[in-house]
Each structure stands twice: as structure tokens, then as C-alpha cells.
Nanobody
Framework: QVQLLESGGGLVQAGGSLRLSCATS????????MGWFRQTPGKEREFVAL????????SYADSVKGRFAISRDNGMNTVTLQMNSLKPEDTAVYYC????????????????????WGQGTQVTVSS
């Protein structure tokens, strides 16, 4: 079992920054990839970023590439999403997720391939 808890969401003006954190517990953290997804009402959950177990590989949605950065601290069992140059269209509930089963790297852009999810944190970007 893995427990995930996001924090760091809030209200920010367009062009501002926020830093989301996801604290994990329950399993060997460094052994599995972690992802960030987001969802707005009436829309499907959208891939944002993912990071490999070691932190050596990352991948981003085109919509956030160059503005967001995902990182992890395996000693602290946390994964972080640094969000810069925020836009109103980034407004959503952001979720972190853990993929414990062996998956292909490309498949980790799909939320169905993650077994554990946090409760989400709201990010609101005002124009």
C-alpha cells in the first residue's frame, strides 16, 4: 500500500509560480515512477509530468514543457512539481500518482497505469 498526500496548491496570478509537493509512504519510494496529472470539471484527467524511480528521466505534456519541472527526493520520499509562468488554463485539481507495476515509459502518460493516487490539490490561476 502507498499513501500519497499533495500540498502547495492555491491561488496565484497569471505569470506567477507555485510549487506542489507530494509526500509518500508505505513502500520503497525510489523503486517506482511518479506522475502528476490534473483535472478540471467536465474534463478527463490530463497528464502533466512524470519522473522515473531514480529521477534520471522525466517527461512532460507539451502544454507545460518549459514552464513546469518535476523532481524527486528519494531520501525524503517526496516528488515536487515546480510550476512557473502559470496561465489561467493551468487551473485544475492536481494529483500525484504512483505506478508500482512494471510499465513502459510511454504508457505512464496514461492515468490508468497508476495504482495509487493522492486526494488532489487545487491550483487556481487568475488572469
Amino acid at each position: 500500500q502507498v499513501q500519497l498526500l499533495e500540498s502547495g496548491g492555491g491561488l496565484v496570478q497569471a505569470g506567477g509560480s507555485l510549487r506542489l509537493s507530494c509526500a509518500t509512504s508505505g513502500r520503497t519510494f525510489s523503486s517506482y515512477p511518479m506522475g502528476w496529472f490534473r483535472q478540471t470539471p467536465g474534463k478527463e484527467r490530463e497528464f502533466v509530468a512524470l519522473i522515473s524511480g531514480t529521477g534520471g528521466s522525466t517527461s512532460y505534456a507539451d502544454s507545460v514543457k518549459g514552464r513546469f519541472a518535476i523532481s524527486r527526493d528519494n531520501g525524503m520520499n517526496t516528488v515536487t512539481l515546480q510550476m512557473n509562468s502559470l496561465k489561467p488554463e493551468d487551473t485544475a485539481v492536481y494529483y500525484c500518482a504512483a505506478a508500482l507495476r512494471n510499465r513502459s515509459w510511454s504508457s505512464l502518460r496514461r492515468g490508468v497505469n497508476y495504482e495509487f493516487w493522492g486526494q488532489g490539490t487545487q491550483v487556481t490561476v487568475s488572469s
